[in-house]
């Protein structure tokens, strides 16, 4: 069975600092793998997704993801955060073939910005 | 684009009552799926519809859950009846065919707690 680990559950970045998310998974095939986030009291929202093609994936607000296939990992970054980035990021994964798509989220990471 | 709508907003109810939440997919979304997260978790799958045909239900606690979306388009999610952990956020999404290329559109979701 799929699964995805976000081995942190805090992170704490200063407001203009780098940010790195980690974000590993278990899948046998190549995987769809996707970055959501969740502010307080909302749904969650798209920030980027792979599915083939190059490792290095654009995605919204500035956050990029990068698909390690040898380390089975995913993770997303950003050169530089803003306060409104803090939130709840969640890493996702899904077959890549067959009706049944739903997605597997990790734990997710709560992301916590110092002024 | 309307997004995918939910309501009610929040819920509280009694434990061993029954409760039912309603969700309405983005127009022309073939599939739509209902998740559980649960405070401090990623969201979990508990079904997966194409139009109105079950594709994945799993993981749904058969016993006291049930869905419906008997005219492809709006589904109802029923618990009967509720235990104190079924207190979660209910999340439905929605998305092209197939989910995993065209990507999830996610609600705001129906946070229920169970007293």
């Known amino acids: 069975a799929q699964s995805v680990t976000q081995p942190d559950i805090h992170i704490t970045v200063s407001e203009g600092a780098s940010l790195e998310l980690r974000c590993n998974y278990s899948y046998g095939a190549t995987p769809y793998l996707f970055w959501y986030v969740q502010s307080p009291g909302q749904g969650l929202q798209l920030l980027l997704k792979y599915f083939s093609g190059d490792t290095l994936v654009q995605g919204i607000k500035g956050f990029e993801a990068e698909f390690k296939r040898s380390q089975s990992s995913f993770n997303l970054r950003k050169p530089s955060v803003h306060w409104s980035d803090a939130a709840e990021y969640f890493c996702a994964v899904v077959s890549s073939g067959g009706g049944a798509d739903g997605l597997t989220f990790g734990k997710g990471t709560h992301l916590i910005i110092q002024p | 684009e309307a997004g995918v709508a939910q309501s009610p907003r929040y819920k509280i109810i009694e434990k061993r009552q029954s409760v039912a939440f309603w969700c309405n997919p983005i127009s022309g979304h073939a599939t739509l799926y209902w998740y559980q997260q649960i405070l401090g978790q990623g969201p979990k799958l508990l079904i997966q519809f194409q139009n109105n045909g079950v594709v994945d239900d799993s993981q749904l606690p058969k016993d006291r859950f049930s869905a419906e979306r008997l005219k492809g388009v709006d589904s109802t999610l029923k618990i009967q009846p509720a235990k104190l952990e079924d207190s979660a956020v209910y999340l439905c999404?929605?998305?092209?065919?197939?989910?995993?290329?065209?990507?999830?559109?996610f609600g705001s979701g129906t946070r229920l707690t169970v007293v």
């Open positions: 999404a929605s998305s092209l065919v197939p989910g995993q290329r065209y990507g999830y559109t």
